[in-house]
């Protein structure tokens, strides 16, 4: 693993892309991850289904400015390496 990155998060925040490789290390105590997930197609939910997500089911729904902001924290995925 020559591209990895031992991150130290004990006093701050990381945020990455979780669709990339990656492992943690053994851990005594107590641990919590916050998780946000998108599908790729999220944006053509229709009107209908968008507003019964939100409305009856208390979904915070990303906007286009909100993904934007996110996608600027996450590491772009590497690019293959030529053989």
Not at 19 to 32: M, P
Not at 36 to 48: E, I, M
């Amino acid at each position: 693993m020559t591209d990895a990155k031992k991150l130290n998060i004990k006093r701050s925040t990381s945020v990455f892309d979780g669709n990339l490789a990656h492992a943690v290390q053994k851990f005594s105590g107590e641990r919590i991850s916050v998780v946000f997930f998108s599908c790729r197609n999220y944006n053509k939910v229709g009107k209908s289904n968008l507003s019964f997500l939100k409305n009856r089911c208390g979904f915070q729904w990303p906007t286009d400015k909100s993904m934007s902001t996110l996608k600027k924290f996450c590491a772009a995925k590497p690019k293959p390496k030529k053989q």
